[in-house]
């Protein structure tokens, strides 16, 4: 079962800032919220995680909200390049842990 | 970061045939990879967990002596897509996992003619 919430589709002007929100309102205590992205016809690629203080890198920033309940990936000056389908998943940190991908959210990026 | 790579990118097949995909970890040992699959306009489809050196864990719904998961190594996990049908024409990606998280293949596109 899909543990998050993401809008199918978003766009957004380039060189501005894309915010990409998630919903994961049953995370558990243990759970990080990660981030990845899968570029047309490529393997996902990861961007971003973080348990309960944001995160920032030199990717994106990750602002989880205090209850933990949701989370928004912030792409600070979109490209064209940034144009892919972005998938929020909740998961322990555990590296040998399975990663289920829900269906993503697919940014476009408009010039 | 950690690198994985695939083998071959794309391939071709007659119906009937087997086809074998590499994926491989090139600068870390993994003991544990994963197997997905992932058909037009939809999201990735976990198949299997691969685990060096015993037997694959398959999701339901996969059936394991049609896509058979060897990891003999650290670093090398394959699946081979036996007696394979147009239907099994896809996207197939690995994933290896490492302190730090779990970085991608960049997939083989298989087609089944």
Known sequence: DAKTTQPTSMDCAEGRAANLPCNHSTISGNEYVYWYRQIHSQGPQYIIHGLKNNETNEMASLIITEDRKSSTLILPHATLRDTAVYYCIVRVDNRDDKIIFGKGTRLHILP | GAVVSQH????????????????????????????YRQ??????????????????????????????????????????????????????????SVIGGQFFGPGTRLTVL
């Open chain 2, 8 to 35: 071959p990118s794309w391939v071709i097949c007659k119906s009937g045939t087997s086809v074998k995909i590499e994926c491989r970890s090139l600068d870390f040992q993994a003991t544990t990879m994963f197997w």
């Open chain 2, 39 to 96: 058909f037009p306009k939809q999201s990735l489809m976990l198949m299997a967990t691969s685990n060096e050196g015993s037997k694959a864990t398959y999701e339901q719904g996969v059936e394991k002596d049609k896509f058979l998961i060897n990891h003999a190594s650290l670093t090398l996990s394959t699946l081979t897509v036996t007696s394979a049908h147009p239907e099994d024409s896809s996207f197939y990606i690995c994933s290896a």
